[in-house]
């Protein structure tokens, strides 16, 4: 019982390393969202069906992008690039299951996994949102 107890207090305190990626690196703001949303109504419904996504306005810092990774599972993620601070450019746009961010920089995310695309080798990942499953079709959006 003693072995068990030391193997989890030391997964807990070895468990992270201090260059683990960031969702936000300081350029987000941590803005409240709490947001229901019933695939059922035609705006979500392309979110019934895998590899499918889904940006909704107004909320977060420049929207939220939802997305079907698989029958069982459904992400949420800050619209807006975490390595720049809010501007026209920072805003996310979807192509395909990536993001890409237009400040000319070539910033590009998978939306399945919320790292970077390719050889770039950035510091962040998209910031996540939590997704909770109310039944029947609906998620709550929250942080």
């Known amino acids: ?84 601070g809010l501007t026209a450019c920072s805003t996310l746009e979807i192509d395909g299951i990536n993001a890409t961010c237009s400040c000319g920089d070539g910033n590009s995310y998978n939306l399945i996994t919320g790292t970077a695309v390719g050889d770039n080798d950035l510091p962040c990942t998209l910031k996540p949102y939590r997704v909770e499953a109310l039944g029947n079709n609906t998620y709550l959006i929250s942080n």
Do not use: E
């Open 1 to 84: 019982m003693k072995k068990l107890f030391f193997i989890c207090i030391s997964v807990i305190l070895f468990g992270c390393s201090a260059d683990d990626a960031q969702y936000n690196c300081n350029y987000l703001l941590d803005v409240g969202v709490n947001l229901s949303v019933n695939l059922n109504l035609p705006q979500y419904n392309q979110l019934l069906f895998p590899i499918n996504t889904v940006r909704v306005s107004n909320y977060g810092n420049d929207g939220i992008i939802l997305v079907r990774a698989n029958t069982n599972t459904l992400l949420a993620w800050d619209g807006a690039d975490p390595i720049h």
